[in-house]
């Protein structure tokens, strides 16, 4: 089995095409060759069990990898009971959605450490997790449905690779690797083959071989300052990192069968077929 290719919500592109609805996008994905789409929460959960069922019909007739990233909104960290109560709220609802839509992951922002000590803000996110999964997850009739925690690219985020890790190791879940924040964080880190095949060593050594053969990653261009992340751009602006001719040949050496989602801005479904035409030029 090959990697999948997709975008990151619904790109220009499909409304040019005119496309209106995201009940349109598993056939219009699957017309220019793409496998994969990560449906956008990000603004809250605001779509109905009918329609997401409809979506996730439209996705396995066309071969479409389901995935939803849930709302910015979300923080584990926080110290503050209400709001930890409406992160949970937010990443319960987008597990309902994907358990109608049959997605196969939710992707979430972890938090955010303002001014906690960043030990601190760890010990605040797993055991907010762990309230989840053991307590609320059952409630709701969500077992099975698996979430999965993003690298981020600011350093007042959580989610640094390491701290992503962890949470994986604890509570049995899967990263989402995005190597723009990646690159973002460690001011321009992903400059070579080498630089990107440590990431994979990292994830292997630490949470099998399994969970790297079948990772979840976002990948775009990215422009940062000394705090991270800036903003996330395209392959037609020149000048920023990472360059996914790096990461490409690793995927194939490494026999992964990953999903790569793209988050180029406004161009992520052009730039995921870039991206897809590199690794078929490799894989041939």
């Known amino acids: 089995m090959l990697c999948r290719f997709g975008p990151a ?26 496998s994969a789409y990560e449906y956008q ?3 809250g959960v605001k779509t109905g069990e009918e329609t997401a069922k409809l979506i996730g019909i439209n996705a396995e007739k066309y071969g479409i990898a389901l995935s939803i990233h849930a709302p910015y909104y979300i923080n584990l960290c926080t110290p503050e009971k209400d ?18 839509m049959k997605a196969d992951l939710v992707v ?9 000590d960043r030990k601190d803000a760890f010990k605040n996110a ?12 059952p409630k709701w009739g969500l077992d099975g449905i698996k979430i999965s925690p993003e690298t981020m690219g600011r350093k007042s985020q959580f989610g640094s690779l390491d701290e992503v890790i962890e949470l994986c190791k604890i509570f ?3 990263p989402t690797i995005d190597f723009a924040h990646i690159h973002a964080l460690g001011q321009g880190l992903l400059k070579t083959k080498d630089d990107f095949n440590r990431i994979f060593e990292k994830v292997e050594s630490n949470l099998g071989y399994d969970v790297l053969k079948n990772l979840h990653i976002h990948f775009s261009q990215i422009e940062f300052t000394a705090s991270g ?40 479904v ?10 078929d030029h490799l894989k041939n």
């Open 229 to 268: 992340e800036k903003r996330h751009w395209s392959m037609r602006e020149e000048g920023f990192g990472p360059d996914f001719s790096l990461l490409a040949p690793l995927l194939i050496e490494k026999d992964l069968e990953a999903t790569i989602i793209c988050e180029s801005a406004d161009r992520q």
């Open 172 to 174: 049995n879940l899967v």
């Open 126 to 137: 797993a055991r907010a997790l762990e309230d989840l999964l053991i307590n609320e997850v």
């Open 83 to 100: 709001k930890l109560q409406k992160s949970k709220n937010h990443l319960l609802k987008s597990m309902q959605l994907a358990k109608w």
């Open 9 to 34: 919500g619904n790109s220009p592109a499909f409304y040019k095409s005119g496309g209106k609805s995201s009940l349109e996008v598993p056939q219009w994905l699957y017309n220019l060759g793409l």
């Open 108 to 116: 979430f922002h972890p938090g955010s450490v303002g001014s906690l």
């Open 41 to 43: 929460c990000g603004r």
């Open 270 to 279: 052009e730039d995921a077929l870039v991206y897809k035409s590199i690794y």
